[in-house]
């Protein structure tokens, strides 16, 4: 394994231990606009995959560079898609509405006794 693999794979798995534990002791009511930043962020890591998939040089790294396009599109739509419906646990809901007369061809009209003047009798 090359030297500089071994740096790249080391500063990989550090980040994923560091981003673990950060993530892990955020509170709950905070969810929400960590979740925004990290959209933003998600933006510029889709920027970046783009910017690689165009200096992609041998078919190996434009694989590669392709799926961090996929990858980082898929985390910015899910991550939209996560704080939209975060938010709305946060909008009022209506109140049910109240129960409306019945339709005019169900009501009993005020005048006549029941089943009168429908061929009843």
Same mark, same amino acid.
């Given at each position: 394994?090359?030297?500089? =693999?071994?740096?790249? =794979?080391?500063? /990989?798995?550090? %980040?994923?231990?560091?981003? /673990?534990?950060?993530?892990?002791?955020?509170?709950?009511? =905070? $969810?929400?606009?960590?979740?925004?930043?990290?959209?933003?962020? $998600?933006?510029?890591?889709?920027? *970046?995959?783009?910017?690689?998939? !165009?200096?992609?040089?041998?078919?190996?790294?434009?694989? @590669?560079?392709?799926? %961090?396009?996929? /990858?980082? %599109?898929?985390?910015?739509?899910?991550?939209? =898609?996560?704080?939209?419906?975060? @938010?709305?646990? /946060?909008?009022?809901?209506?109140?049910?509405?109240?129960?409306?007369?019945?339709?005019?061809?169900?009501?009993?009209?005020?005048?006549?006794?029941?089943? !009168? *003047?429908? *061929?009843? *009798?």
């Amino acid at each position: 394994m090359s030297e500089i =693999l071994l740096t790249s =794979l080391t500063v /990989f798995v550090l %980040a994923v231990l560091v981003g /673990f534990e950060v993530i892990s002791k955020v509170p709950a009511t =905070l $969810h929400t606009p960590l979740m925004s930043g990290a959209n933003a962020i $998600h933006g510029v890591v889709l920027i *970046g995959a783009m910017a690689i998939v !165009a200096t992609a040089d041998n078919p190996l790294s434009l694989v @590669l560079s392709f799926v %961090a396009v996929v /990858f980082a %599109a898929m985390n910015v739509v899910g991550g939209y =898609l996560v704080t939209d419906r975060m @938010l709305q646990m /946060f909008r009022q809901r209506r109140a049910p509405a109240a129960p409306s007369e019945p339709p005019a061809s169900l009501a009993v009209p005020s005048g006549e006794p029941e089943g !009168a *003047g429908r *061929g009843q *009798g």
